[in-house]
């Protein structure tokens, strides 16, 4: 099985397949099932212990960055250091004698689907959705206008992101969106730096946001609060910020109100705080940030002669229920403008289209399948945010995960893969090795995870992440 991830690094040579995996029989006629997975995220890992439970499997995990652990090395925020210690459980994984991680390594451009299908009895497609979406309205190229995904990308390290380099130095943040990531960067712009500079932050941006001049932020949602896609954790944080007022408008939450006793009991809860938030009056903090409802973004406003933000004019919108009983945000006609000196679009991500031969629903953001099983390619599976869309937490993608790898192993006990001999990574490594591509193992990978556990110790920090693919490889091959 064959695991994929979606990065932008390339290498040089590599000296031949990596020895370390040993198989066993298994029922048919072949020394070993062997599974690739592509993307070293979360979804990978979790297909992957899933597989490695059938005894003759071997698994080998592509990853197109140096470095694994996908979202949870790149998406989780910094200050959230428990949820990170996933990386354990996936370290076990990889360390598997039936399981073999190639960082690296690009989907359709250092090797193909054709390529992986040929040489595996399987391949699962984990490479999430990392691509932000559009608004698709007036000002989204001025400057100082970033996706949410790029800021997160900037703070946590990512290669093809440390070039971000947002401008701190106004007094307002405006934020698109009212999920959980919205929260995240409203919450890295307004903690005190104390509560930073311990984390694995990346310097860069614990040095920008030392600086930072921001006091007020402002999270706009085009419909009202029984529709925010945040959770209940994530406020709280919000609202228990030192030095930080949360601001909300009593009136807003009418409807909340009134429908407080029919909603599910995790659903009230997170309505309950906000109902109570919005009664506490701010108490002069010199930060704060505020929920914004019904608002949408219509256009986003420059500074004369600049090409710089200067506001957004959004639309005051109203709630309609459609024929389906889903609630919808309508125009009113009425708009508002707000001033800012930043804007950070939090409106969900997006899937790439790696490998021209990968089918990829773009309306609605997935790879089709049936359980896992991408129908229209026979031994293709997929899991994930590319199985399911991107949606849901950790946990979500867990469970996504595990039906994918079960998906695997109940195909493989009856007989709808194929039972031929695949040559796996023996066949990959020497197509790499042709087109001058040389795979960062995971020994490799502890090298690079070494250096920044060292240089993050120097630093007083639990690491001090690498920040370009040079100064990965560098690590990884000296």
């Known amino acids: 099985m064959v695991v994929f991830g979606v990065g932008i690094a390339r290498g040089h040579l590599v000296r031949g397949p990596h020895s370390w995996c040993r198989t066993r029989r298994w029922k048919h006629s072949v020394s070993s099932l062997k599974v690739s997975i592509v993307g070293a995220g979360p979804a990978g890992f979790y297909t992957a212990q899933q597989v490695l439970k059938y005894p003759n499997a071997v698994v080998d995990i592509y990853e197109s960055l140096p470095v694994p652990f996908g979202l949870v090395r790149f998406g989780v925020a910094p200050d959230h250091p428990e949820v990170k210690n996933v990386v354990h459980t996936f370290t076990n994984i990889a360390k598997s004698s039936r399981c073999n991680l190639y960082g690296n390594v690009r989907l359709g451009a250092d090797v193909t689907l054709a390529d992986l299908r040929k040489a595996y009895h399987a391949v699962v497609l984990t490479y999430g959705a990392d691509q932000e979406k559009s608004l698709g309205i007036p000002g989204e190229d001025l400057l100082n206008v970033f996706s949410a995904r790029k800021f997160v990308g900037w703070y946590n390290g990512h290669p093809a992101d440390v070039g971000v380099c947002p401008d701190l130095s106004g007094g307002t943040a405006v934020i698109i969106g009212h999920g959980n990531v919205a929260l995240d960067v409203a919450r890295i712009l307004l903690s005190p730096l104390e509560s930073l500079q311990e984390t694995d932050i990346a310097e860069p941006a614990l040095q920008a946001l030392r600086k930072s001049s921001v006091q007020k932020v402002i999270v706009v949602g085009r419909r009202g609060p029984l529709e925010v896609a945040f959770t209940i954790k994530e406020l709280r944080e919000m609202t228990k910020i030192p030095g930080v007022d949360s601001i909300f408008r009593p009136e807003d939450f009418d409807l909340v109100r009134e429908k407080l006793a029919e909603l599910p009991r995790p659903r009230k809860r997170l309505m309950e705080l906000m109902v109570q938030t919005s009664e506490r009056k701010p108490s002069g903090q010199p930060r704060s940030w505020e929920l914004r409802f019904l608002r949408g973004p219509l256009r986003f406003l420059a500074e004369p002669g600049t090409g710089r933000v200067a506001g957004v004019e959004l639309s005051v919108n109203r709630l309609e229920k459609t024929e389906s009983g889903a609630t919808k945000a309508v125009p009113t006609g009425e708009t508002e403008t707000v001033p800012c000196h930043m804007i950070l679009k939090s409106i969900g991500y997006t899937s790439e289209v790696v490998d021209p031969a990968v089918p990829y629903d773009s309306r ?3 790879v089709p399948n049936t359980q896992g099983r991408v129908e229209a390619l026979p031994g293709v599976y997929c899991s994930g ?17 595990f039906e994918t790898g079960q998906a695997v192993v109940k195909d493989a006990e009856s007989g709808v893969l194929p039972s031929d001999e695949r040559e796996g990574s023996a066949a990959i ?4 090795e042709s087109r001058g591509v040389r795979p960062v193992t995971f020994d490799e990978w502890l090298k690079i995870e070494a250096w920044e556990k060292a240089e993050g110790e120097r630093k007083g920090k639990p ?5 370009s693919i040079k100064e990965m490889l560098k690590v990884a091959f000296s």
């Open 385 to 401: 945010w590319l199985k399911t869309g991107p949606v849901g937490v950790l946990v979500a993608t867990m469970n996504s995960s």
């Open 463 to 467: 690491s001090e992440k690498l920040l």
């Open 429 to 432: 490594l020497k197509l790499l």
């Open 364 to 366: 609605r953001g997935f």
